[in-house]
């Protein structure tokens, strides 16, 4: 079964820079697992930020970057805002199957 | 404007089922595929499965392909999606989402609450 990890939570102080990774059991994530990522907040649906690695849509804040990174697929936030703080997942492509990772929760403080 | 509308909360005894409807708009019907989504309470996403408005081809997560069917109606624009067998671990919200194939997502339903009784 494969298994998708994410930092289960991280902190980042207002205005700061911090790198969210999604790691995939089978080995290195590449472009073919076309990374998605989410943003969740208390009691709201998701909200689609980054697809396939690095792609934005037209409401995705420009501060919001995803990336493959060390064998990882990573989504960087750079000058971080209060309302951030949220739940964030990445969803990766395996032929066929997708499988969500553990999720981020990320605390701004 | 993208919208997709969700059925309402539901209520079922173990070993029910449950038909969830996901009715779209502002788009072309069959463009896209959905792309159906369910989290636990307190849990994460997990990945249901997915079906293209286009030709009917599903693809299932491998532990609910026995009692999962995706379907779409292209004359309302709306999907569904049913499930079998109810479980109290089927206690969720269960989301539709428009992908680009099965593969990238972009909007959202609001979400539909399924709660399992025994």
């Known amino acids: 079964q494969t298994v998708v990890t994410q930092e289960p939570s991280l902190t980042v102080s207002p205005g700061g820079t911090v790198t969210l990774t999604c790691a995939s059991s089978?080995?290195?994530?590449?472009?073919?697992?076309?990374p998605n990522w989410f943003q969740q907040k208390p009691g709201q649906a998701p909200r689609t930020l980054i697809y396939s690695t690095s792609d934005k849509h037209s409401w995705t804040p420009a501060r919001f970057s995803g990336s493959l990174l060390g064998g990882k697929a990573a989504l960087t936030l750079s000058g971080v805002q209060p309302e951030d703080e949220a739940e964030y997942y990445c969803?990766?492509?395996?032929?066929?199957?997708?499988?969500f990772g553990g999720g981020t929760k990320l605390t701004v403080l | 404007q993208v919208q997709l509308v969700q059925s309402g909360a539901e209520v079922k005894k173990s070993g029910a089922s449950v038909k969830v409807s996901c009715k779209t708009s502002?788009?072309?019907?069959?463009?896209?595929?959905i792309s159906w989504v369910r989290q636990a309470p307190g849990q994460g996403l997990e990945w249901m499965g997915w079906i293209s408005a286009d030709n009917g081809h599903t693809d299932y997560a491998q532990k609910l392909q026995d009692r999962v069917t995706m379907t779409t109606d292209t004359s309302t624009s709306t999907a569904y999606m049913e499930l079998r067998g109810l479980r109290s671990d089927d206690t969720a919200v269960y989301y539709c989402a428009r992908s680009q194939g099965d593969i990238n997502f972009d909007y959202w339903g609001q979400g539909s609450l399924v709660t399992v009784s025994s």
């Open positions: 502002g788009y072309t019907f069959n463009s896209k595929g």
């Open positions: 089978t080995g290195a994530v590449t472009s073919g697992h076309f």
């Open positions: 969803l990766l492509y395996y032929g066929g199957t997708l499988v």
